[in-house]
């Protein structure tokens, strides 16, 4: 690991460092990382990555993804994540608290664009929770990623991951202590929202039917590329979300 691949981003902070001296040996004993279309994701620029969530373990795997490309990531995570010590330094590092299911909300997508304006790094689960699907393919996601999307000029990036839930099952509250479990990224190709951006900028509302309909595009993306890392085509429906949290629920948020 070494700083001269950020020395570009500017200063780093030291809860930053603690996160990163963190997560770097615990993702490399959990997990054997295996990256395609990780040249995708670009040295400098805003990037919103929107990833599929298959464990509580997926910002462990994903943040080594952008750490390992040279970036920075700012993860939104639910607010009850920001307590104690902990919060503290996740705050202090950039992380997005997201008080899920209120108006609070708003204000961490506001901080997430500002985020992106600023050239930063933003991962989103836009699913909110870990999928409740069975079979581990993307539930039906929430819109805050599509907001952000279509209210920045970011470079959206679609992220599917297989893996990590081999390590910690959801479903099953299992953890599975396991070294060096294959852990699979595939980074797609940007998504163009050209000509959406295009009719906002022109006085299209961004109403719920525009949210939906980019999340749809968004997620679509992410199916089709975890299709193609676990070698099945994806189910045609899609697992509906929840309504509300259940204890213990992951990190990830989409607001």
């Known amino acids: 690991m070494s700083e001269s691949r950020w020395r570009s981003h500017g200063r780093i902070p030291v809860a930053l460092w603690l996160c990163i001296v963190v997560i770097y040996p615990v993702a490399s004993l959990l997990f054997r990382l295996r990256y395609r279309g990780a040249e ?17 373990l997926d910002p462990l795997a994903c943040a080594r993804l952008v750490f390992d490309a040279g970036r920075i990531p700012h993860f939104l995570a639910k607010e009850a994540v920001f307590r104690g010590l902990a919060g503290t330094i996740l705050r202090a ?3 997005i608290p997201v008080a899920r299911y209120s108006t609070a909300a708003r204000g961490a997508l506001a901080a997430a664009e500002a985020d992106l304006h600023a050239g930063n790094v933003v991962v989103v ?4 929770s870990v999928t409740r699907d069975p079979a581990w393919w993307p539930m039906q996601a929430r819109t805050g990623a599509a907001h952000l999307a279509l209210t920045t000029d970011a470079l959206v990036l679609p992220v599917a991951q297989w893996g990590p839930q081999r390590v910690h099952d959801y479903h099953a509250k299992k953890f599975h202590p396991r ?9 797609g190709e940007p998504i163009d929202l050209s000509a ?10 961004i109403d719920a039917e525009l949210l939906r309909e980019t999340t749809e595009l968004m997620m679509h993306r992410v199916r089709h590329q975890l299709a193609e890392l676990r070698g099945e085509p994806a189910p045609a429906a899609v697992h509906p979300g929840p309504r509300r949290e259940r204890r213990g629920d992951l990190p990830g948020t989409a607001a």
């Open 40 to 56: 995708r994701i670009p040295p400098t620029g805003p990037v919103l990555v929107v990833a599929n969530h298959v464990s509580v």
């Open 93 to 95: 590092a950039g992380q």
């Open 125 to 128: 689960y836009p699913e909110g």
């Open 179 to 187: 070294f060096r479990t294959p852990a699979d990224y595939l980074v």
């Open 196 to 205: 959406l951006r295009a009719e906002v900028r022109a006085g299209r509302a």
